[in-house]
């Protein structure tokens, strides 16, 4: 087994593998930015090394600064975490040629499963459905409507070397084809630095579920089920589940095979995940892989009772998998919501600044926390916004859930902008209680915009009476006054309001309701 490994990453994922390989007995060397100089990766590991500016071009995407770091420390592997280098091919090359061993896949399966043209290609050879379209790289416009006409509108018009719902734009007619063209191309040209494009059916409110396998090198593969990732905003995930509220046990196991012949197709080794599209009649698609460990992974931990971290670091080592296909067994539910320093009644606007109060979930034997903050870190510019990710296990959905709800509820974040209410409503309504959504949940609730539904309506209106005091206290100290017809905006709703200020008193007059409120404050 390595003796040292090296976390090219940061943040929740770097402490994740930081306590992993603390498990192991293994040295942990976490690497970081000037940014990231008090953060908790840095603090947790065993060792650290300073690789650049804060600019993650200049230190977490820095390929010749982490193989410095490695070999200063004399690390014997490299885990790449998610994100940053963890699917670049290159950094794969580089690795392996200073003489350190990457926890991951080769560099070919990266190449060819991270070119979404080239793994449609491979998976249509390996018999696994892929979604109705072009399997090819679009010429120009005309081609494109040409496609489009011929495939049948709505369609899909993709980035091939795209990833995080970027390079991805929807036509609904032929008119609409010329600027998602031009707009797909030019985000997948400043995203990726590769413009090339590809179409294919829109599938009308589907489901997203992701297929977890690994794979040794001696070409034992195995599935851990799925995760249902369904809760999406602009394609990106929010809250993802396992197992899924809409799979059943033959789907399941039709849906595993599938993912190992993939995997199998292309020589794959390590930690792997497939990506499906699954329509209402229950077909599904070949999507993505996604060559590296995923973001939401505890979900399948929970349910397996496995740690994906350490059989990705067993594999690299190049042990065998121990466990076979019926040796994989699924126990209860989970659930994981991403908190993430942004404002959701603002169109989702990244916040940062420091934490001035944080305080995880009490309910720790039932509730996971994998965070990458501590009371008093900054929340960056420079970085993805995530403070943490809270993962609940119940024996039922239903407590799962139930769960989840009292650890947002219990969860204290100050100082920045974040999305627990929001979560928190995900929580509350009907059809995602009932497991009844697709990925087009989130703009079908709020069409309008994101505003917090989670309150109590008597203490919403003391809210705005409380206000109302204020309001008059600060600007006419001892006048005596009263409003009529004011209006009071909150949560993007309008509320008329009277009100009366008198000695002390303010009188507010909503809904034909009437309250008062009296203070000795100066």
Request: aromatic letters at 10%; proline letters at 3%; glycine letters at 6%.
């Amino acid at each position: 087994m390595f003796s040292k490994i090296l976390i090219a990453n940061r943040g929740e994922i770097a402490c994740r593998i930081i306590n992993t390989a603390r498990k192991m007995g293994i040295h942990a060397i976490s690497v970081f930015s000037e940014a990231d100089r008090f953060s908790k990766h840095v603090s947790l590991s065993d060792e650290s090394i300073y690789i650049g500016n804060s600019e993650s071009k200049e230190s977490y995407l820095n390929i010749d600064s982490i193989i410095k770091a490695a070999k200063m420390t004399k690390a014997e592997a490299i885990h790449p975490g998610y994100g940053f280098l963890s699917e670049n091919p290159d950094f794969v090359d580089a690795v392996n040629k200073a003489g350190i061993c990457f926890i991951g896949p080769s560099k070919e399966a990266i190449s060819i499963m991270g070119d979404k043209i080239e793994s449609k290609i491979l998976a249509d050879k390996a018999n696994v459905s892929t979604v109705p379209g072009f399997i090819g790289e679009v010429v120009d416009l005309n081609h494109a409507q040409q496609i489009a006409n011929s495939i049948g509108y709505p369609v899909m018009i993709k980035a091939s070397a795209g990833g995080g719902g970027k390079g991805m734009r929807i036509a609904k007619n032929p008119e609409e084809v010329k600027d998602s063209l031009e707009r797909a191309k030019s985000e997948a040209h400043s995203s990726f630095g590769d413009d090339r494009i590809f179409i294919e059916k829109l599938i009308q409110q589907p489901r997203h579920i992701e297929i977890q396998v690994l794979a040794d090198k001696f070409g034992n593969i195995i599935h851990l089920g799925e995760r249902e990732c369904s809760i999406q905003r602009r394609h990106q995930k929010v809250i993802e589940e396992a197992p899924s509220p809409f799979l059943d046990d033959k789907l399941r196991s039709s849906m595993g095979k599938k993912a190992i012949d993939l995997a199998r197709a292309v020589s794959y080794k390590s930690a792997g995940t497939i990506e499906f599209i699954v329509d209402k009649d229950k077909n599904f698609y070949f999507l993505e892989m996604n060559t590296r460990l995923q973001v939401e992974h505890p979900v399948t931990e929970l349910i397996t009772g496995l740690d994906i971290v350490e059989e990705m670091i067993k594999i690299a080592n190049g042990e065998k998998l121990k466990l076979k296909q019926e040796d994989v067994k699924f126990s209860g539910f989970a659930i994981e919501c991403r908190a993430y320093a942004e404002d959701p009644v603002r169109d989702f606007v990244p916040s940062i600044g420091r934490l001035v109060k944080y305080q995880e979930p009490n309910n720790k034997d039932k509730i996971r926390v994998d965070s990458g903050v501590l009371e008093g870190s900054e929340i960056s510019r420079f970085y993805d916004p995530m403070i943490a990710k809270v993962i609940s296990y119940g024996t039922s959905r239903e407590s799962a859930i139930n769960l989840m709800a009292e650890a947002l509820d219990s969860f204290v974040i100050r100082g920045i902008r974040n999305n627990i209410n929001f979560m928190r409503n995900i929580l509350s309504v009907k059809s995602f209680k009932e497991g009844n959504y697709s990925t087009d949940f989130i703009s079908k609730i709020w069409p309008k915009g994101y505003h917090n539904s989670n309150y109590d309506e008597k203490l919403f209106k003391l809210v705005i009476t409380i206000g109302a005091f204020i309001d008059c206290k600060f600007r006419y100290r001892n006048s005596n006054r009263f409003f009529t017809d004011m209006v009071c905006y909150i949560n993007q709703k309008q509320i008329k309001i009277d009100y009366r200020y008198t000695k002390d008193v303010c009188t507010v007059y909503i809904d034909n309701e009437t309250y008062e409120v009296t203070s000795k404050w100066f």
